[in-house]
């Protein structure tokens, strides 16, 4: 008879206090772990108009000195009801001794973004390094985020140069940590 197999002894953090101790190159990005929604709105020029949108952000770590991350987003209609499933991302967040970071983000639409930043205090703000695509994703040649962390509420602002616009807003959300 096969033995059962193991439990993993590190599986992935949401919660500090759980699972291995976060590394301490993690200490400047402590307060993004955990499990975020809320809601937003988005637009850009290419858009006939703006749409709001709900949104789950998932920062987890397994005690090596990067965040695991993953994001969903529905499209809302005014009343907050979900039409349909929106963007998606997931990816790595490597976290270096000086406070900088490197990000990693595949889309299930074809691309694959690297970003560097920097954290300064509550804020963290990263650009695309590179953005590559498949074939038939959009053109999509530079990003921009920011991600604020204060009074319990994460804001996050993108912007956006694709299909010849340059560099612009396209995102801003709201989001509250859910506690599990």
């Known amino acids: 008879m096969p033995e059962p ?3 993993n002894p590190y599986p992935d953090s949401h919660v500090l206090g759980e699972g291995p101790e976060p590394h301490p190159q993690l200490r400047p990005v402590l307060p993004l772990l955990g499990r975020w929604h809320g809601r937003g709105r988005g637009e850009y020029p290419t858009l006939e108009q703006g749409f709001r949108y709900e949104q789950e952000i998932t920062f987890s770590h397994d005690g090596r000195p990067f965040l695991r991350y993953e994001s969903r987003a529905w499209l809302i ?3 907050g009801t979900v039409l349909r499933p929106s963007g998606r991302e997931s990816g790595w967040w490597r976290i270096m001794p000086d406070a900088s970071v490197e990000v ?3 889309h299930p639409t074809g691309i694959v973004e690297t970003y560097v930043g920097r954290v300064s205090g509550t ?3 990263i ?3 590179h953005v590559a695509r498949t074939p038939r ?3 999509v040649t530079g990003m921009r985020r920011r991600y604020t962390v204060r009074d ?3 804001t996050i602002t993108q912007d956006m140069a694709a299909m010849g616009v340059p560099m612009t807003h396209h995102l801003k959300a709201e989001l509250r940590r859910h506690e599990d």
């Open 123 to 125: 804020e963290i703000e």
């Open 104 to 106: 990693t983000l595949a």
């Open 137 to 139: 994703a959009k053109e």
């Open 152 to 154: 319990g509420e994460l």
């Open 5 to 7: 197999a193991q439990q």
């Open 127 to 129: 650009a695309t390094d």
């Open 77 to 79: 209609d005014e009343s």
